[in-house]
């Protein structure tokens, strides 16, 4: 079973999930400071542990995940903290998934691959200036029956945006969860 990309399998498990939100990411927090100050789109954003936290730093946050259940976590979040948020079911699964999402000032895709096909123009959805954040299983995670080969994110994924995204920042680290590989990328003024 392709985990990643079950819904049915997600839905199941943010029903079941206490009623406390995870921290936000450790990178997520500590990169903070190069991001644009303005929009961000979460992408794959679950029941929005990385939202809220840019949220409570004062950035206008688009919200999109596949699970009903995720989202409808997220809107009960974002309420109790006294937020804003714009949320929308999106299946990445589609080609032209983004194609009429919008642009925004920074877009963060937080422990999810996306298809070489969205990756390839997710320039159209980002302003001159602009931070991709992109945090997943990096190419040495150990695969496993939930984490797959196609998980894994590699340096040659980016091969197809260099000529629209300077690298600024690429960190290796290892957690409880395992090897995560983190790519901080400035949309060019041209």
């Known amino acids: 079973m392709d985990y990643m990309r079950n819904k049915d399998y997600w839905d199941k498990k943010f029903y079941r999930r206490g009623e406390n939100l995870f921290s936000p990411e450790k990178i997520l927090v ?5 991001f644009k100050a303005g929009t961000v789109l979460d992408v794959a954003c679950g029941d929005g542990r ?4 840019l949220l409570e730093n004062d950035f206008k946050v688009t919200a999109i995940d ?13 309420i109790l903290d006294g937020h804003s948020v714009i949320v929308k079911q999106v ?7 983004l194609k ?6 920074n877009i963060v895709i937080n422990h999810y691959r996306l298809s070489k096909e969205i990756l390839n123009v997710i320039y159209r959805n980002i302003n001159r200036g602009g931070i991709l954040f992109i945090n997943g299983f990096g190419a040495n995670h150990k695969v496993d029956d939930k984490i797959t080969k196609d998980d894994l994110i590699y340096d040659n994924d980016f091969d197809e945006i260099k000529d629209y995204f300077e690298l ?16 901080i990328f400035r949309k060019n003024n041209n």
């Open 91 to 97: 299946d990445l699964s589609i080609k032209d998934a």
């Open 30 to 34: 500590e990169s903070i400071g190069c």
């Open 168 to 183: 600024v920042n690429h960190i290796e680290s290892t957690n409880e969860i395992g090897v995560l590989s983190t790519y």
């Open 50 to 53: 990385n939202t809220i936290f």
């Open 66 to 78: 596949f699970s009903e259940k995720a989202l409808e976590r997220l809107n009960k979040f974002s």
């Open 100 to 105: 009429d999402i919008g642009v925004f000032d």
